[in-house]
């Protein structure tokens, strides 16, 4: 079954995709495909201390690089 995603949340998930691999090379099915798995996996490391919010910026860093300014449609 296809899932219907927003821009806003397919970002979030490429997030979380990054977060986990370090990279954004990767088709959207994949990185939805993931989501779930590497959801729980983030939690669990940053109950365990990993530094994630380090993660989160360096997503910015290299999301701006690749697809330029995000605006949020929903603001």
Same mark, same amino acid.
């Given at each position: ?11 979030? +998930? ?12 990767? /088709? @959207?099915? /994949? ?6 798995? #590497? ?11 990993? @530094? ?12 701006? +690089?690749? #697809? ?8």
């Amino acid at each position: 079954m296809l899932k219907v995603i927003d821009a806003y949340d397919l970002k979030e +998930e490429y997030r979380i995709f990054f977060m986990v691999k370090g990279h954004l090379e990767a /088709t @959207p099915q /994949t990185v939805m495909s993931c989501a779930d798995s #590497y959801f729980k996996r983030l939690w669990a490391d940053g109950a365990n201390g990993a @530094p994630l919010s380090d993660y989160s910026e360096q997503f910015e860093r290299a999301w701006e +690089e690749k #697809y330029g300014h995000f605006k949020n449609s929903a603001t």
